[in-house]
T-cell receptor, first 113, second 108 residues
Framework: DPKIIQKPKYLVAVTGSEKILICEQY?????MYWYRQSAKKPLEFMFS???????DNQTASSRFQPQSSKKNHLDLQITALKPDDSATYFC????????????FGHGTKLSVL | GQQVQQSPASLVLQEGENAELQCNFS?????LQWFYQSPGGSLVSLLS???GTKHTGRLTSTTVTKERRSSLHISSSQTTDSGTYLC??????????FGTGTRLQVLP
């Protein structure tokens, strides 16, 4: 059973629209993250949360907004979508920020037309 | 410059052969992990090895922290080992940085 659930697995959106990527983890971890993997680029850190608080933000655009309604949830809202946002978005978690052994979800593959 | 460099970029083996993957990093790493990314895209943590040598199954990782390098040895490769192997470090910033990976193809 997957312990980090991401929904949806695939997502197609039109330019200018808004989408929310869902992530829930059932590992009892305190830290959660978002990473992005674009074509031919390494996995790229976006955000980290610890105990539902934003700790690090490496994303320049305010169009990307993480939302944590519960300790084990970290959703990612993306507004005014652009074709360059097309990528696979991975949610990850770790026990806490000091122990960075990461566990990943299966990703949401976003295509912006 | 790129903080984590992996070599080779790609590798083709016959089943049963061994593989040696390299990871070099430009910053001090407080944490180092090896991941496997399947052809379908899912990511699995293989080993956490910030220093020394660790074994799990057919995998052996050796990290020499002072020299800022790590290796992943896969013994007796199988076709199911095919995929991309990623090295990732935490350069003491709590932001894990990934390499571009080594794409391994194991032929039957």
């Amino acid at each position: 059973d997957p312990k980090i659930i991401q929904k949806p697995k695939y997502l197609v959106a039109v330019t200018g629209s808004e989408k929310i990527l869902i992530c829930e983890q059932y590992l009892g971890h305190n830290a959660m993250y978002w990473y992005r993997q674009s074509a031919k680029k390494p996995l790229e850190f976006m955000f980290s949360y610890s105990y539902q608080k934003l700790m690090d933000n490496q994303t320049a655009s305010s169009r990307f907004q993480p939302q944590s309604s519960k300790k084990n949830h970290l959703d990612l809202q993306i507004t005014a979508l652009k074709p360059d946002d097309s990528a696979t978005y991975f949610c990850a978690s770790s026990q806490d920020r000091a122990n960075e052994r990461l566990f990943f979800g299966h990703g949401t593959k976003l295509s912006v037309l | 410059g790129q903080q984590v460099q992996q070599s080779p970029a790609s590798l083709v083996l016959q089943e049963g052969e061994n593989a040696e993957l390299q990871c070099n990093f430009s910053s001090t790493a407080t944490q180092l992990q090896w991941f496997y990314q399947s052809p379908g895209g899912s990511l699995v943590s293989l080993l956490s090895n910030p220093s020394g040598t660790k074994h799990t199954g057919r995998l052996t990782s050796t990290t020499v922290t002072k020299e800022r390098r790590s290796s992943l040895h896969i013994s007796s490769s199988q076709t199911t080992d095919s995929g991309t192997y990623l090295c990732a470090i935490d350069p003491n910033t709590n932001k894990v940085v990934f390499g571009t990976g080594t794409r391994l193809q194991v032929l039957p």
